[in-house]
């Protein structure tokens, strides 16, 4: 017998679905978002870049980012493991000397969506990842305090593919399921004196159409930037 991560009844193996050796007693939690703040059809990484969320507090902010280890290693090879490293401070200095310049440094994300729109999760929802830094959403400082981050693999210089647009929007989905009065930003709003990402290659348009989400929770609107 083994026991459903989701929903926590048991259940015989045989009859279990399996993803990364947990089980589940149906496809629908499979792919939800659980009680804790995990998908379980996401990769779990965790990552040690964390702490809890101020009391009382649940996420209404959802912050997108692109990153690529190297920046624009992702052109040539899959980058998508030097960012797991770098999340979960396992990153190689030696293997890049950009790694160099960011070693030490510790940040995450609750999630990275990879070229290929593999979802990766590092920080159960519920609790606070360190992606946004120094940061202001519409006159309230410390957004790691209140948001969820998002990491889309690329750069600013390259458009981002259609299989991430369409993890991204199942994503959301299962966010505004559980927190429904998120509201939507990129890094560069939030912290523009520091930030581009996810830059003018996100299609602000394409994410709000697919997502269906109001413009009133757009509040930085849909033009590329």
């Known amino acids: 017998m083994v026991q459903c991560q989701h929903c926590k009844v048991h259940l015989p193996k045989s009859e279990a679905k399996t993803f990364e050796e947990r089980f589940y007693c149906s496809q629908d939690h499979l792919n939800e978002l659980d009680q804790e703040g995990w998908i379980g059809s996401a990769k779990w990484r965790l990552s040690p870049n964390q702490d809890v969320r101020p009391e009382n507090i649940s996420p209404d902010l959802v912050v997108i980012h692109h990153i690529s280890l190297p920046p624009g290693g992702f052109r040539s090879k899959n980058s998508s493991q030097y960012i797991i490293d770098f999340f979960q401070n396992k990153l190689d200095a030696k293997e890049h000397p950009y790694f160099e310049e960011i070693t030490g440094q510790k940040v995450s994300s609750h999630f990275l969506i990879t070229r290929s729109g593999e ?81 003018t290659h996100f299609d602000w348009k394409k994410f709000q159409k697919e997502t269906g989400i109001s413009l009133k929770n757009l509040p930085y609107g849909l033009t590329p930037r």
């Open 119 to 199: 979802l990766v999760q590092f920080v159960s929802t519920q609790n606070k990842a360190w992606h946004a830094g120094v940061s202001s959403f519409m006159g309230r400082e410390k957004c790691n305090d209140f948001s969820i981050g998002i990491e889309l693999e690329g750069d600013g210089d390259t458009q981002f593919e259609d299989a991430q647009y369409q993890a991204l929007k199942k994503l959301i989905q299962l966010l505004a399921a559980r927190y429904p009065n998120l509201q939507f930003a990129g890094h560069s709003d939030i912290a523009p004196e520091r930030k581009t990402d996810p830059g």
